[in-house]
């Protein structure tokens, strides 16, 4: 199996690159904020607890996300590896899906990180803002607040992966196809 971990800020382009990269090896995308954002729309009790959290810029408590993302995971044995997007965050998500993984007799592959300066992500989220209907993409002090807690709780993923000889750093900058194919540079190295 491969599984992939597309790890960035928001506005580093998971979303977009996660789509292309699918494609390309066959894979299923788990997109955590697209979850939360479908139960949101459906009423769900995840939703409900999720949407207080994400309306303020503040990361969905662990235990709720990675019991999400294993039913997730347990749902989609579909392809040749998943995609993870947006997941996971923390540390303790991270040593969970460790775990996880492990008691289906498979591991993450790699983690590749989107890398883009702290301005250009601002301008694009707010740009974003506009058309997706994403209220968190709206508010500048809540896009503030979702880099924050990037640089506080999610960065120091980077060490955690560097750790297992699993990280690769990959320009998020220049055209879309510009940056898949340094993607998938990452991945077949
Ligand atoms: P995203 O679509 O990845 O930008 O996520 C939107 C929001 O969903 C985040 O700001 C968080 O509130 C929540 N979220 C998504 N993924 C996670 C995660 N792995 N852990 C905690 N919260 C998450």
């Known amino acids: 199996m491969l599984n992939l971990i597309l790890f960035g800020p928001p506005g580093a382009g998971k979303g977009t690159q996660s789509d292309k990269i699918k ?6 995308h788990l997109s955590t904020g697209d979850i939360f954002r479908y139960n949101i729309k459906n009423n ?23 019991k999400m993302l294993e039913s997730e995971v347990d749902k ?7 995609i993870f997007d947006g997941f996971p965050r923390t540390v303790a998500q991270a040593e969970a899906l460790d775990k996880f ?9 790699k983690m590749i990180a989107l890398e883009v300066d702290d301005e250009e992500l601002k301008t694009r989220l707010l740009e ?17 607040n979702r880099i924050q807690e990037y640089n506080r709780k999610t960065a120091p993923l980077k060490t955690f992966y560097k750790n297992q000889n699993k990280f690769e ?12 194919e340094r993607l998938k540079a990452a991945v077949d190295k």
């Open 23 to 28: 494609e390309h090896y066959g894979l299923v």
């Open 44 to 66: 769900t009790e995840l939703g409900k607890t999720a949407k207080d959290y994400m309306d303020k810029g503040e990361l969905v408590p662990d235990a709720v996300t990675i």
């Open 76 to 82: 989609h044995r579909e392809g040749n590896g998943f």
């Open 101 to 109: 993984l492990a008691t289906k007799q498979t591991e993450i592959t």
């Open 128 to 144: 974003r803002g506009k058309t997706s209907g994403r209220s968190d993409d709206r508010d500048e002090s809540i896009i503030e």
């Open 169 to 180: 750093a990959v320009n998020g900058t220049g055209s879309i196809s510009e940056i898949t």
